[in-house]
């Protein structure tokens, strides 16, 4: 069965700081890959998706990016954290456009 | 217009009732619609999907599609404590890469 893993879990992280959030799947290969992220009070905010290695494509301009070194790897990034970067990170796949998507345990940041 | 509107609550309904979620979404190019249920501090989880217009029943929940009134919703039989969370309705993006969108979420409190 296909399992996705993310970590960490939770972090704490200075403004001007780099950040590092990674994400693996197992049992599956290929798959479309997704990074949210969901902001108190508001709803998830897809920030990067990719359907293949070494392609990425962003949906909201920031200071944050993202990579995919491995098939089953996403990684997402940023050089130096801003205070509106807190946020509860979540990475997601997808087997088809009728199956939805299975969700990491999410990261939560708080940029301090 | 938002792309995906939901009520965001609380819906408070007592143990034994019928809870009724309700989301419109705003592009009648979309043809794939999901709920997920996103208990506090952790990741959603799918439990419902659907694409064709009427009504899709799993186990006490049911999703209802009308595209013409652009209208999904999830009924949600013989509610219990176990279900109060916050349920989120996601739309599919036409265009490809099954990317979605996501209401803000209802949430959902059963009371015993």
């Known amino acids: 069965s296909q399992t996705i893993h993310q970590w960490p879990a939770t972090l704490v992280q200075p403004v001007g700081s780099p950040l590092s959030l990674e994400c693996t799947v197992e049992g599956t290969s290929n798959p479309n890959l997704y990074w949210y992220r969901q902001a108190a009070g508001r709803g998830l905010q897809l920030l990067f998706y990719s359907v293949g290695i070494g392609q990425i494509s962003s949906e909201v301009p920031q200071n944050l990016s993202a990579s995919r070194p491995q098939d089953r790897q996403f990684i997402l990034s940023s050089k130096k954290l801003l205070l509106s970067d807190s946020g509860f990170y979540l990475c997601?796949?997808?087997?088809?456009?009728?199956?939805?998507?299975?969700f990491g345990s999410g990261t939560r940041l708080t940029v301090v | 217009q938002k792309e995906v509107e939901q009520n965001s609550g609380p819906l408070s309904v007592p143990e034994g009732a019928i809870a009724s979620l309700n989301c419109t979404y705003s592009?009648?190019?979309?043809?794939?619609f999901f709920w997920y249920r996103q208990y506090s501090g952790k990741s959603p989880e799918l439990i419902m999907f659907i694409y064709s217009n009427g009504d899709k029943e799993d186990g006490r929940f049911t999703a209802q599609l009308n595209k013409a009134s652009q209208y999904v919703s999830l009924l949600i039989r013989d509610s219990q404590p176990s279900d109060s969370a916050t349920y989120l309705c996601a739309v599919n993006r036409p265009g490809g890469y099954q990317k979605v969108t996501f209401g803000i979420g209802t949430k959902l409190q059963v009371i015993p």
């Open positions: 997601a796949w997808t087997g088809g456009a009728n199956y939805g998507y299975t």
């Open positions: 592009d009648r190019g979309s043809q794939s």
